[in-house]
């Protein structure tokens, strides 16, 4: 059992400070950057930014997260506010392209990462919609892909076009908050929004993102297939 918590690289330094104030413990792992015991559970930072928690029982390693949040947030205050993207179904041959967006702090998002990783879109669904100021969800229907394809409508650009509207959409409610977005610029996207290579891995926010698109995709009742368009 265990649960876990997301930093970036830049993060690392500071947890590691505050984790040697507890009993070290020997590395499992060369993926181990250290390996501490609270008394109650053993809290374990990896290379890529994680801290694991676990714990005897899953309440311990609850309580145990929550406490480590608060003195960790404790450490680095309030982090900015992040309007974070991510889309799910690019690949797929049926259903629908889902492009979802979460406004929040990573401070707020620790425990969620990319989708595919984690305790389950379902519990990251909950766990987002709870901590992030606002979630978004744009959707196509394989239908709808089909024809703007034949249109010359890819998907690069109905992905642009989706994270555009949901940028300019906090924009113009006066909402200050930095745009980022998973995986390669695309070159229709708004100069403002940032991408980030496995940004759902990187940064709470977008991984909230690839949570809310994840589960949406799931229980959408659209499994009609797509023609045959390049990308």
């Known amino acids: 059992m265990s649960v876990s918590l997301n930093f970036s690289s830049a993060d690392k330094e500071k947890i590691t400070q505050w984790l040697r104030r507890f009993e070290g413990l020997p590395s499992k792992s060369p993926h181990e950057a ?4 609270t008394g109650n559970a053993v809290l374990v930072l ?3 930014g994680k801290l694991l928690v676990q714990g005897k029982n899953k309440v311990i390693e609850e309580e145990t997260k929550e406490w480590v949040m608060r003195e960790l947030g404790k450490l680095e205050g309030s982090t900015p506010l992040v309007l974070g993207m991510d889309e799910v179904g690019r690949g797929e041959n049926q259903g629908p392209l889902v492009v979802a967006g979460v406004l929040g702090r990573a401070s707020d998002l620790r425990e969620l990462r990319d989708s595919k990783k984690t305790l389950g ?3 990251g669904f909950q766990i987002t919609t709870h901590k992030s100021k606002a979630q978004f969800i744009l959707a196509f229907n394989a239908e709808l892909i089909d024809d703007l394809r034949k249109k010359g409508v890819n998907l690069n650009r109905i992905q642009a076009a989706c994270m555009n509207a949901l940028y300019s959409l906090t924009q113009n409610l006066g909402v200050q908050a930095k745009a980022r977005a998973d995986g390669g610029r695309l070159n229709e996207a708004h100069h403002d929004i940032e991408f980030i290579v496995r940004g759902d891995d990187a940064d709470p ?3 909230s993102a690839s949570q809310i698109a994840k589960q949406y995709r799931t229980i959408s009742a659209d499994t009609k297939k797509r023609a045959t368009w390049s990308k």
């Open 34 to 37: 250290l390996r501490a015991s």
């Open 46 to 48: 990896y290379n890529s």
């Open 121 to 123: 879109h379902g519990k």
């Open 205 to 207: 926010v977008i991984g």
